[in-house]
């Protein structure tokens, strides 16, 4: 039997957008936000700031033109 040693590393550890706390967690909020709008429950979250916004649009932005809506 062959047994393999596989070191985990969480998505935190292997995300490079995640790695920044700030943007990490600006993008978390966006994700559970939009994930829980289209259950029907709107939650509140602090406002970002301009710089967080224009960092978080960045990011949204490269991954759109990857994004398939098939």
């Keep these: ?3 393999s040693t596989m070191l985990k590393k ?3 550890e292997t995300n490079p957008y995640l790695k920044n706390p700030e943007l990490g967690k600006a993008l978390l909020y966006q994700s559970v936000s939009s994930s829980t709008a289209v259950e029907g429950v709107i939650t509140k979250y602090p406002k ?3 710089k967080m916004e224009k960092k978080m649009k ?3 932005a ?3 033109s990857l994004a ?3």
């Design 10 to 12: 969480s998505l935190k």
């Design 68 to 70: 398939s809506y098939e």
């Design 58 to 60: 960045a990011v949204m």
């Design 62 to 64: 490269v991954h759109e």
């Design 48 to 50: 970002l700031s301009k």
């Design 1 to 3: 039997m062959i047994k």
